[in-house]
């Protein structure tokens, strides 16, 4: 098992009617961003769970997960940029399979 990776699958509709499954992987530089990785993108989930089945509007604010996501991911590149030379990146992001 590789701990500093985690992985998604998400539906992806190109088309009107047409939904496919695409696989993401990520690799990170330890396990303790996957952690962190992990538990935000649950709470994300779960909040927007919670508030379509309430029929209430997501509005992104400073105390939603997904901003928080989004902020997480921001300090791991640019940590990642000051620990690589050239300021190569390692935390990628690519769609390894079309289910």
């Known amino acids: 098992m590789h701990v500093d990776h985690f992985g998604f699958i998400c539906r992806e509709s190109p088309e009107p009617g047409l939904s496919q499954y695409i696989c993401y992987v990520f690799q990170c530089a330890n396990e303790s961003l996957v952690d962190e990785v992990m538990l935000t993108l649950k709470q994300a989930f779960s909040t927007a769970a919670a508030l379509q089945s309430a029929k209430t509007q ?27 030379p050239g300021g190569e990146r390692t935390c990628d992001s690519a769609p390894e399979a079309a289910l």
């Open 58 to 84: 997501i509005k992104l604010c400073e105390t939603c997960p997904m901003h928080s996501l989004h902020k997480l991911c921001e300090r791991i590149e640019e940590d990642e940029a000051h620990q690589r």
